[in-house]
């Protein structure tokens, strides 16, 4: 079967570090996928993980361990307008397969001032 | 650049009625598209995907139905709307394997 958990709800503060953990079980991988999504608009490409390791854009990092089918999305520096839910999500096998994504059901993170 | 489109961007229907939402991107050629639901508060649930024209899998055994009559057109429709069918319906398109791209989304309310 396939299965993303992630956290549901998340609060921080403004300026602070902000780890959303997401762990999967899946048949067939071909990376995992972090989206950003404001109420109310669709999801926006935050990153992509295929390889083990840590991945770096500005304020927010991505890091995968296909082994122990984990991966974090840390956010730095938050702003108010980090508010939004993130979602996990996997692609499974390409080809005729489609490379379907299968997505978590969202993790909401509220910024406080 | 790439663009994907879809219409309405809202929609209120009642039920029983039909549907059609169109999707369609600019830019590229022989994407893999999708259709993506999401209910209120919820995650996305995958309906449909195609790899070509007239090439379509479903994903979920429901009411709805989906078709690519061209390369860069999917077509999601229904005969007879339910309640059940309100929710936010987003259209995808990837060519490569590290990227996925949403379009902007319907909204459709069933009353």
């Known amino acids: 079967g396939q299965n993303i958990d992630q956290p549901t709800e998340m609060t921080a503060t403004e300026g602070a570090i902000v780890q959303i953990n997401c762990t999967y079980q899946t048949s067939g991988f071909n990376g995992l996928f972090w989206y950003q999504q404001h109420a109310g608009e669709a999801p926006t490409f935050l990153s992509y993980n295929v390889l083990d390791g840590l991945e770096e854009k500005g304020r927010f990092s991505s890091f995968l361990s296909r082994s122990k089918g984990y991966s974090y999305l840390l956010l730095k520096e938050l702003q108010m307008k980090d508010s939004a839910s993130y979602l996990c999500a996997v692609r499974g096998p390409i080809g005729n397969q489609g490379g379907k994504l299968i997505f978590g059901q969202g993790t909401e993170l509220s910024v406080k001032p | 650049s790439q663009t994907i489109h879809q219409w309405p961007a809202t929609l209120v229907q009642p039920v029983g009625s039909p549907l059609s939402l169109e999707c369609t991107v600019e830019g590229t050629s022989n994407p893999n598209l999708y259709w993506y639901r999401q209910a209120a508060g919820r995650g996305l649930q995958l309906l449909f995907y195609?790899?070509?024209?007239?090439?379509i899998s479903s994903e979920v055994p429901q009411n709805l139905s989906a078709s690519r009559p061209q390369d860069r057109q999917f077509i999601l429709s229904s005969k007879k709307l339910l309640l059940s069918d309100s929710g936010f319906y987003l259209c995808?398109?990837?060519?490569?394997?590290?990227?996925?791209?949403f379009g902007p989304g319907t909204r459709l309310t069933v009353t």
């Open positions: 195609s790899v070509g024209i007239g090439q």
């Open positions: 995808a398109w990837s060519v490569r394997v590290d990227e996925q791209y």
